[in-house]
T-cell receptor
Framework: GIQVEQSPPDLILQEGANSTLRCNFS?????LQWFHQNPWGQLINLFY???GTKQNGRLSATTVATERYSLLYISSSQTTDSGVYFC?????????FGAGTRLTVKP | DAGVIQSPRHEVTEMGQEVTLRCKPI?????LFWYRQTMMRGLELLIY????????DSGMPEDRFSAKMPNASFSTLKIQPSEPRDSAVYFC?????????????FGEGSWLTVV
């Protein structure tokens, strides 16, 4: 199956800072999504983005399908952004998750 | 919308006992997924259904695990007999037609501890 690598594994930011999270795929995907797992364990879908760029408030994501990677941008980070960010990708419903980036935003 | 509903939220059981986890997908969604999350292996896809039919169960760890979806609004994941290494958070998720790009919505998870 598809291998998904995320970087960095851990990230500590001061409130207000910006960050970029990266996701690499071992093969082409036609289904790619970003999720946030909050400290209570809830998994929230952030973006469905197999290609192109999307923005939602302070978050945006870009996928370059031909080069098999996706980026998640967080601007003006807040303490509520803390948690683990996962990307998942695959062909159709066969979605594989990366190991995640653990983000800690300090006040 | 009520979201994906899972039960039980927490379960502690003894090794050898049968465990049944339940899931109600979002109404109108035709794809349902079971994932398992552990510290060692992260989030693993166990099985997914499309229109109540199991499409890929290659992620099911062994014969002790089974999943069913008798109708569009209900699915179960059963472990029999359970073992301590099955301790994990089991997530159910649903989506509508993946080909139209609809997103996957997760339930809150069932936290299973096998002692």
């Amino acid at each position: 199956g598809i291998q998904v690598e995320q970087s960095p594994p851990d990230l500590i930011l001061q409130e207000g800072a910006n960050s970029t999270l990266r996701c690499n795929f071992s093969d082409s995907v036609n289904n790619l999504q970003w999720f946030h797992q909050n400290p209570w364990g809830q998994l929230i879908n952030l973006f469905y983005i197999p290609s192109g760029t999307k923005q939602n408030g302070r978050l945006s994501a870009t996928t370059v399908a031909t080069e098999r990677y996706s980026l998640l941008y967080i601007s003006s980070s807040q303490t509520t952004d803390s948690g683990v960010y996962f990307c998942a990708g695959g062909v159709g419903n066969d979605m594989r998750f990366g190991a995640g980036t653990r983000l800690t935003v300090k006040p | 919308d009520a979201g994906v509903i899972q039960s039980p939220r927490h379960e502690v059981t003894e090794m050898g006992q049968e465990v049944t986890l339940r899931c109600k997908p979002i109404s109108g969604h035709n794809s349902l997924f079971w994932y398992r999350q552990t510290m060692m292996r992260g989030l693993e896809l166990l099985i997914y259904f499309n229109n109540n039919v199991p499409i890929d169960d290659s992620g099911m760890p062994e014969d002790r695990f089974s999943a069913k979806m008798p109708n569009a609004s209900f699915s179960t994941l059963k472990i029999q007999p359970s073992e301590p290494r099955d301790s994990a958070v089991y997530f159910c998720a649903s989506s509508s037609d993946w080909s139209s790009g609809n997103t996957i919505y997760f339930g809150e998870g069932s936290w299973l501890t096998v002692v």
